[in-house]
């Protein structure tokens, strides 16, 4: 059954040390609150799944959160780097981190491996490639019946994933609009799915047949989030607050200036923070 939660008891009950867990949401939606009270909590030891990690995953790795990454493409949107992501790799601070890096595709659909119950993905991808010489976890396989050379990965099976949405019913029915990225594939595959949402309402099944509902069984725990995707967007909420990202390049460039940028706006902040950062921001409804 759904438990209705605030944040903090979303992210202690279900995020453990140790644990793999996969924030994820794919331009807009990104769970940046989520991972925000990760990091207040002090949770460490953790493999990080996400496609195209972005900023929040610098915030994670330059807070000595995580031991790994697992990943396809690393970098600030639109700006550059992740300065933080680059300093633990090359320079192992504030800890050495293994990075396992993959293919879109290959994320993609181990992912839905993942959320298939099967042990691995199998698809066409990396030829011409050389992934494969520095991650060990992409083989090939032969086709049993064309004899055609194709990519394996393991699945993505993560012990918790984390998603932003729009909205969630009493019952705790999830719908996701706009972009839908990974995230159903994330939270099928996972153990354990946390959601932070833009509000609650009586009923989100009465909608398009097409939209993304993820049915109340696959939700472990909700938390009403407001503005908790900032600074990407929620569609039909609020736009992606660009100048964040390009402020981002700046405070993560040195290691003093981000640490008491994250001092100030995530260790000493509060979840309810979030809103009023978009508050500015042109609502797009």
């Given at each position: 059954m759904v438990k209705f939660v605030s944040l903090a008891e979303a992210i202690a009950d279900n995020l453990h040390d140790g644990d793999s867990v996969a924030f994820e949401g794919f331009t807009h939606l990104i769970p940046h609150a989520a991972a925000h009270e990760a990091i207040r909590q002090g949770i460490k030891d953790l493999t990080l799944i996400r496609m195209t990690p972005d900023i929040i995953y610098d915030q994670m790795i330059g807070m000595g959160l995580a031991k790994k990454v697992v990943f396809s493409y690393a970098g600030n949107p639109g700006v550059g780097l992740l300065r933080r992501l680059r300093d633990a790799v090359e320079n192992q601070h504030p800890r050495a981190i293994e990075i396992e890096e993959h293919s879109h595709a290959a994320m993609a659909n181990a992912y839905e491996a993942g959320a298939s119950g099967l042990p691995c993905a199998i698809f066409r991808g990396y030829k011409g490639a050389e992934l494969a010489k520095v991650n060990p976890n992409i083989k090939s396989v032969t086709c049993p019946f064309t004899g055609e050379e194709l990519a394996a990965v393991p699945a993505i099976r993560p012990d918790v994933s984390i998603i932003h949405a729009q909205k969630a019913d009493r019952r705790g029915n999830v719908l996701v609009e706009g972009i839908v990225g990974v995230q159903k594939e994330a939270v099928l595959a996972a153990k354990r799915a946390v959601v932070t949402v833009e509000e609650i309402v009586e009923d989100v099944t009465?909608?398009?047949?097409?939209?993304?509902?993820?049915?109340?069984?696959?939700?472990?725990?909700?938390?009403?989030?407001?503005?908790?995707?900032?600074?990407?967007?929620?569609?039909?909420?609020?736009?992606?607050?660009?100048?964040?990202?390009?402020?981002?390049?700046?405070?993560?460039?040195?290691?003093?200036?981000?640490?008491?940028?994250?001092?100030?706006?995530?260790?000493?902040?509060?979840?309810?923070?979030?809103?009023?950062?978009?508050?500015?921001?042109?609502?797009?409804?």
């Open positions: 009465k909608v398009h047949p097409n939209a993304c509902v993820l049915p109340h069984w696959t939700i472990t725990a909700i938390a009403e989030v407001k503005g908790g995707a900032h600074p990407s967007y929620a569609h039909g909420y609020y736009d992606r607050d660009n100048a964040a990202y390009l402020e981002w390049d700046k405070i993560s460039a040195e290691r003093d200036l981000f640490e008491s940028w994250m001092k100030a706006n995530v260790i000493d902040a509060l979840p309810g923070d979030f809103a009023a950062r978009v508050a500015d921001l042109e609502v797009n409804k």
